[in-house]
């Protein structure tokens, strides 16, 4: 699958249609902003897993989705799974949900992000606006452009629950799912911050294809869109550093979009009011505009 992947995309770039530039604006700007300030207010006490907060989040994003009338996957939008940590069983819900595919049903795109952080601390709520309530507004928006734009391919839409605590609910969703349906993971982790205006993606050294996508692909906005942090030109290897890396250590291509670490990582003050908005609004554009072209090849 992965060879026929890969040749597909080949003969992608060197025709350059570049299908899904069209109505990429395709979802809302406002709501986009409205969620992400909602998900990183103090109501939701940093989104801990297992905690209340994180409770009243799944919940807001249940019903976000199900405004937007898409269906869980396998007809739940809960996933319950429970892992060990420091000598203690913590149970937390991965949110799925289900588009099929117009023309290729059996065969998935996974866009992830995790609706989890960090909780309260020292008083102090870590509301993680960035890290990754932007990750999941963005999936919320993916739905708003899958309302226009019904994908080719079937897409699972997944807000992964523990992140921060060792990726546990990507691996989860990877033991419940047969890997040859999944044919690429986009996952978005902090993609609403940067005073640069540039956001990375990783994953294109894995895969010859991807790369040759990605240096082809037609930006259409204003943010630069690099490759690297992927172990080859001296930064911080972002390879395994979230969701996405359960699916390469599974040899699912992938590819990870996000933004150099900020003096507001893992801290308290990782608030909606420290975000760029026109970046984050870009960063989506660039996102969707990558998924539309990808699913426009008969994979």
């Known amino acids: 699958m992965k060879t026929r992947f890969a040749s597909l995309l080949f003969l ?8 899904a530039q069209i109505e990429i604006t395709a979802f809302d700007e406002d709501k986009l902003l409205q969620r992400l300030e909602i998900l990183s207010s103090d109501a939701f006490e940093g989104r801990k897993t297992g905690e209340k907060g994180n409770d009243s989040a799944r919940a807001y994003i249940i019903e976000q989705f199900k405004n937007l009338n898409i269906s869980g996957y396998n007809g739940a939008y809960e996933q319950p799974f429970s892992f060990e940590i420091k000598n203690r069983t913590l149970n937390a819900n991965n949110i799925l949900v289900e588009i099929k ?9 996974v866009i992830s992000a995790h609706h ?36 080719k391919h079937s897409v699972v839409l997944a807000a992964f629950d523990a992140e921060e605590l060792g990726l546990q609910g990507a691996k989860y969703f990877l033991d419940t799912i047969d890997h040859s349906k999944i044919l690429l993971n986009i996952n978005m982790d902090m993609i609403s911050r940067s005073m640069k205006n540039e956001l990375y993606v990783v994953g294109t050294r894995y895969d010859k294809s991807l790369k040759g996508f990605i240096n082809k692909f037609e930006n259409p906005t204003s943010t630069t869109l690099l490759e690297g942090h992927d172990g080859t030109d001296g930064k911080q290897d972002w390879t395994m550093s979230s969701d996405h890396g359960p699916f390469h250590k599974a040899k699912i291509p992938f590819l990870y979009f996000g933004n150099e670490d900020h003096a507001a990582y893992h801290k308290p003050t990782d608030d909606f009011a420290a975000i760029t908005p026109q970046f984050y609004k870009n960063a989506v554009r660039i996102i969707i505009a990558v998924f539309g072209d990808i699913d426009a090849l008969s994979l």
């Open 116 to 151: 989890d952080h960090l909780g309260v601390s020292s008083g102090k709520i870590y509301n993680g606006a960035d890290d990754d309530a932007s990750g999941v507004a963005a999936l919320l928006s993916f739905a708003d452009y899958f309302a226009k734009h019904p994908p």
């Open 101 to 109: 595919g117009t023309e290729f049903p059996d065969k998935y795109i």
């Open 12 to 19: 992608f770039v060197f025709i350059n249609t570049s299908s």
